[in-house]
């Protein structure tokens, strides 16, 4: 027996296996109306899988069209019992009972039914939904499309019926929600009153467009919030002097920006002006300099070569010492090169091939050491001089007469500029 009572579904009997049992409470669960099971048993030798398979197939039906009813198998005859809400329904589940050979009795009586009946309210963000319903699967319906914070209040009464208002407020109520800033969907004495106010002829055109294809008689009292229209006029034109204000303070900004990139472009060629004229006169400065050194340069490189053409630094033989016409040289070139304070210059000893690589290298050495110290020691900076002996290395011309090593035999003044 599975029955239909005030609070809830019951099952009881004896089965050939739990699966049979699970069966019907899917199907129960799944037409929101759970099954509760009392009294029942399992015994593998009883048959009847038949007749589990056709009350699963009525099942649904059942539950959505019958009130205080039940389904019984006994003496291998299935009953059905209970009040049926119309007689389409009755006629129904007669059809549903006829596709199977087994034998079955549909026991039930027609009731005269009432239609459901809700309220859905809305201020501003609130919203309230109260109604009487057959049973909680009908008033889900509506509530699955209502934003999360509207309060809910309904009763339950039996032989309440959709008539399909139902589904035609799914299809109202997102619209509804969104445009209406005030308003009322009622459901009463099987007519829907649509009222309250929207912002836009669009949405009110979009609400009578819904609602003109349904069926169901149905009064629409929905009506252009006036105050809404004015002060969205407002806004608009409030936001249109923001524009405008915006789109003056970005062209002067605009204007003060091209014209302190005017300011930088003309002070960035003034400077530029100002950085190539002194440029131009560092330059000038430069290779006056530049021509000065070069003519201060030749000039004590000509005295220095005059000097050394008419005298030699003269040495002891095969030694560093200078003689005393070497030291007299050494004095004149300390006169030259004080007139021209800031030329360096380089002191270059060189010997003939005679004696060993090594002692001509030591030779050339100590005689450009001895040259540096007679001039530092005549008032020469030490931080002009440089000596460097090359012995052997760089003959004039070469060591074959005595004449050639004569001419080997020198110490050199090389001007290297300031």
Do not use: W
């Amino acid at each position: 027996v599975l029955a239909q009572k005030t609070k809830g579904n019951t099952l009881n009997g004896r089965f050939t296996n739990i699966q049979q049992q699970n069966l019907l409470s899917h199907t129960c669960n799944a037409a929101s109306s759970p099954l509760k099971i009392e009294n029942t048993s399992t015994n593998e030798t009883l048959t009847g899988q038949e007749v589990i398979e056709l009350t699963n197939k009525i099942l649904p039906h059942f539950l959505a069209h019958y009130s205080e009813g039940s389904i019984r198998y006994h003496d291998q005859v299935l009953k059905i019992n209970g009040l049926v809400d119309s007689y389409q329904a009755q006629r129904k589940m007669q059809q549903l009972l006829n596709t199977s050979t087994l034998a079955s009795q549909d026991n039930s009586h027609v009731l005269v039914t009432k239609p459901i009946e809700f309220s859905i309210t809305k201020d501003i963000n609130k919203m309230h939904f109260k109604g009487i319903f057959n049973n909680k699967a009908q008033m889900s319906k509506i509530h699955a499309r209502l934003p999360r914070y509207v309060s809910t209040s309904f009763t339950q009464e039996p032989h309440r019926v959709d008539n399909g208002i139902i589904a035609i407020t799914e299809t109202i109520l997102p619209n509804f929600t969104k445009r209406y800033s005030h308003g009322k969907i009622v459901y009463k004495d099987a007519v829907l009153t649509v009222s309250g106010m929207v912002e836009t002829d669009e949405d009110l055109n979009y609400m009578k467009q819904l609602l003109s294809a349904k069926k169901t008689p149905i009064v629409n009292q929905t009506t252009l919030d006036l105050k809404a229209v004015e002060k969205r006029k407002e806004e608009a034109k409030l936001a249109q002097l923001a524009l405008e204000k915006k789109a003056q303070e970005e062209a002067q900004k605009r204007a003060a920006l091209n014209q302190a990139a005017a300011l930088a472009k003309q002070k960035a060629e003034e400077e530029a002006k100002r950085q190539e004229a002194e440029n131009q006169k560092a330059e000038a400065l430069r290779l006056e300099k530049a021509k000065l050194a070069a003519q201060t340069k030749q000039a004590a490189k000509e005295k220095i070569i005059h000097l050394l053409q008419i005298e030699n630094i003269e040495f002891e033989t095969a030694k560093g010492t200078l003689t005393k016409k070497g030291k007299e040289t050494v004095d004149k070139l300390a006169l030259i090169l004080k007139q021209y304070p800031n030329i360096k210059a380089e002191i270059a000893g060189h010997t003939d091939s005679d004696g060993s690589a090594d002692f001509n290298q030591k030779l050339s050495q100590s005689r450009v050491e001895t040259v540096k110290g007679r001039l530092i020691a005549r008032g020469v900076n030490a931080g002009r001089l440089t000596a460097k002996g090359y012995g052997e290395t760089k003959p004039l011309v070469p060591n074959t007469t005595d004449e050639n090593k004569q001419k080997n035999r020198r110490v050199e003044i090389i001007i290297l500029g300031e």
